[in-house]
Nanobody
Framework: QVQLVESGGGLVQAGGSLRLSCAASGSGQTVIRMGWYRQAPGKQRELVAAISSTGVTNYGDSVKGRFTISMDNARNTVSLQMNSLKLEDTAVYYC???????????????WGKGTLVTVSS
């Protein structure tokens, strides 16, 4: 099983920056991919950014060039540096981790509780 603890959400003005972090802990499984998703009121959850343990990254189209994801494999920690924030970036941001091998009780896809990011004008 993997537990995820997020930190770094908050209130920021448009154009500002914020950094989110997520630490994964647990035993029996190896984290192979971590990422951030977000969900705004009335909208579906969407990918923000993800990174594999080998360093392969992918980003949602709306954040390319503004957000940067990084991962510390040794500490199983993923960070999301968010720059040039826009009003439409306001959402609850969820940390996600994919771990293997498959756990018969918990599976392999884990989610944090979410952290709120509010961008004000």
């Amino acid at each position: 099983q993997v537990q995820l603890v997020e930190s770094g959400g908050g209130l920021v003005q448009a154009g500002g920056s914020l950094r989110l972090s997520c630490a994964a802990s647990g035993s029996g499984q190896t984290v192979i991919r971590m990422g951030w998703y977000r969900q705004a009121p009335g909208k579906q959850r969407e990918l923000v950014a993800a990174i594999s343990s080998t360093g392969v990254t992918n980003y949602g189209d709306s954040v390319k060039g503004r957000f940067t994801i990084s991962m510390d494999n040794a500490r199983n920690t993923v960070s999301l540096q968010m720059n040039s924030l826009k009003l439409e970036d306001t959402a609850v941001y969820y940390c996600n981790a994919l771990a293997e091998p498959f756990d018969p009780e918990y599976g392999m896809d884990y989610w944090g509780k979410g952290t709120l990011v509010t961008v004000s004008s």
